[in-house]
């Protein structure tokens, strides 16, 4: 036989009874819930019983297991060992990252390889950067209506 399933403002009920059981109930809260408890006898029971049984639970003499319980202790590395790896690290992806870049700067040689890249090369690409950048900033100004107090392109 199916129990019938309580109606919502019950089952807020019930959680509110719980959580002031565990004293996280909040005032406001806990006057909903009385004024609730006033008209439902279903809820006031399931309160009474709950109460009932919080209060067994505090009050029963705590047992001891009957097996020993063992968690085993964490190993600690030493600090001196962790900083030599953390300095290995980063000395590595320092030497890496650098080659990486040089390799990316002077090109490779041989036939089908890509010309490599000289400095003027690199300046030029720069001036090239900054002036596309200063372009889009002052694009993006003129579009932007014009507020008071605010500085506006000429």
């Known amino acids: ?39 439902c006898a279903d809820c006031r029971e399931f309160v009474d019983d709950l109460t009932a049984f919080a209060a067994q639970l505090r009050t029963a003499r705590l047992e001891r297991p009957e097996t020993v319980v063992f968690l085993p202790r964490r190993r ?11 300095a290995a690290v980063a000395l590595v992806a320092a030497a890496a990252g ?21 400095a003027a090369d690199l300046v ?5 950067s900054t ?3 200063l372009l889009a900033m002052l694009s993006r100004l003129e579009t932007v209506p014009a507020r008071p107090g605010r500085l506006q392109a000429v």
Do not use: K, N, Y
């Open 131 to 133: 002036e596309q950048h």
């Open 1 to 39: 036989m199916l129990t019938p399933v309580p109606p919502i403002e019950c089952v807020q009920a019930r959680e509110s009874a719980s959580a002031r059981l565990d004293g996280e109930l909040p005032e406001l809260d806990g006057v909903r819930l009385d004024a609730h408890l006033r008209g």
């Open 98 to 118: 650098s080659s990486f870049a040089i390799g990316r700067t002077l090109g490779t040689s041989g036939p089908g390889a890509p010309p490599a890249a000289t």
């Open 76 to 86: 600690h590395m030493p600090t001196i060992r962790m900083q030599s790896v953390a």
């Open 124 to 128: 030029r690409l720069h001036a090239d």
